[in-house]
């Protein structure tokens, strides 16, 4: 079993920055894809960025050039640096990963989620 506790949310106004951090805890054999999502009422939660173990990154076209995923293997972390925030950046943001398991079993966990909130 593997969890996933996110930090740093929390309000702030528009054009500035916020660091999101993801710490994974557990028995881990193998940690693949890892990423950010992030979720408004009433809306499916959404791809922010991810990074894969080799360092291959993607960020969705709406936070490029202001939003950076980083990943410490090493540690197990995962970290999201917000810069430039808009108004639409609200919501709850999750930290996912994907786990190799034994014998070829892949394993999805969410983290429980942290509100990060721009105000104008």
């Known amino acids: 079993q593997v969890q996933l506790a996110e930090s740093g949310g929390g309000l702030v106004q528009a054009g500035g920055s916020l660091r999101l951090s993801c710490a994974a805890s557990g028995v881990i054999l193998g940690m693949n894809e890892m990423g950010w999502y992030r979720q408004v009422p009433g809306k499916q939660r959404e791809l922010v960025a991810r990074?894969?173990?080799?360092?291959?990154?993607n960020h969705a076209d709406s936070v490029k050039g202001r939003f950076t995923i980083s990943r410490d293997n090493a540690k197990n972390t995962l970290a999201l640096q917000i810069n430039s925030l808009k108004l639409e950046d609200t919501a709850v943001y999750y930290c996912?990963?994907?786990?190799?398991?034994?014998?070829?079993?892949?394993?999805?966990?969410w983290g429980q989620g942290t509100q990060v909130t721009v105000s104008s």
């Open positions: 990074i894969t173990s080799g360092g291959n990154i």
């Open positions: 996912h990963a994907v786990v190799a398991g034994v014998r070829g079993a892949i394993f999805s966990y």
